[in-house]
């Protein structure tokens, strides 16, 4: 009976002592101090291709941001669809302004000269857009205005200064997989990918650590070249501390 009594003492003594035991702290994230991160963009759509950069980045699980033109949204029920297929997933996609008419429709000397009624021609594509976001990109030129990068030819300053003053972001990019007269991809998925490793491994982008990708919707429009985008993904996400994100948290956004 005493046994019994010190092994039910014993016991009591025991769940006490646990109870009353210190809670442990949560650990807090861990944060990659290697992290890079790579900012998809792709160029002038809704087109024939936005759908399977669509399809892609979403097999793929990456985050990219898509520069629309008003006009080719708002001309037909294709490019709306597309539209609307886009911003359905704010999770992974962002789409931002590009202009209205880009650039009159091609005649860039012209427009760069207007920068009044550029100005405007933005400003109609974002009530089109409905866009949530300040960001936006010239049209046929690799101009930046965010709180840290100025960077604009005479040309087009006067509109990057007047897209300022209404609060508006200019995103240019750090390299871009350029595109044949057929409007196909010139490079190798390959070598893109390893121009991109190379960018940011000796810091040659515009942010350390931080490289903007430009590309095309019209560049994979066809299956075989809508598979290099994929396989240009695969690539760049082999290596563990590569994050891709939406340029909506591109440092520096005013």
């Known amino acids: 009976m005493i046994g019994y009594l010190i092994y039910i003492a014993a016991h009591f003594f025991t769940q006490l002592s646990a109870s009353s035991a210190p809670i442990p702290k949560a650990t807090a994230p861990t944060v990659d101090s290697l992290a890079k991160y790579i900012y998809l963009s792709f160029d002038d759509g809704p087109l024939p291709g936005t759908g399977n950069c669509i399809t892609i980045c979403e097999q793929q699980q990456v985050a990219a941001t898509f520069f629309e033109v008003a006009f080719h949204q708002s001309r037909n029920s294709f490019g709306r669809n597309l539209y609307k297929k886009i911003s359905s997933n704010n999770r992974l996609f962002d789409i931002a302004n590009h202009s209205y008419s880009h650039a009159f429709?091609?005649?860039?000397?012209?427009?760069?000269?207007?920068?009044?009624?550029?100005?405007?021609?933005?400003?109609?594509?974002?009530?089109?857009?409905?866009?949530?976001?300040?960001?936006?990109?010239?049209?046929?030129?690799?101009?930046?205005?965010?709180?840290?990068?100025?960077?604009?030819?005479?040309?087009?300053?006067?509109?990057?200064?007047?897209?300022?003053?209404?609060?508006?972001?200019?995103?240019?990019?750090?390299?871009?997989?350029?595109?044949?007269?057929?409007?196909?991809?010139?490079?190798?998925?390959?070598?893109?990918?390893?121009?991109?490793?190379?960018?940011?491994?000796?810091?040659?982008?515009?942010?350390?650590?931080?490289?903007?990708?430009?590309?095309?919707?019209?560049?994979?429009?066809a299956s075989a070249d809508s598979a290099k985008l994929a396989t240009m993904i695969a690539l760049l996400k082999r290596n563990p501390h590569y994050q891709f994100r939406k340029l909506t948290s591109y440092p520096g956004l005013k």
């Open 105 to 221: 429709y091609g005649d860039y000397i012209n427009y760069y000269h207007q920068p009044d009624a550029a100005l405007q021609d933005f400003l109609k594509a974002d009530t089109l857009l409905q866009l949530k976001n300040k960001l936006s990109r010239l049209p046929g030129n690799n101009a930046w205005n965010t709180a840290n990068i100025k960077r604009a030819s005479g040309l087009v300053r006067p509109l990057v200064n007047k897209l300022d003053s209404v609060g508006l972001n200019v995103i240019g990019w750090d390299m871009e997989w350029r595109f044949n007269k057929s409007g196909k991809p010139i490079d190798a998925p390959q070598k893109i990918a390893a121009l991109a490793d190379s960018l940011l491994l000796m810091n040659k982008t515009k942010t350390k650590n931080h490289l903007v990708i430009l590309m095309h919707d019209h560049e994979f429009r």
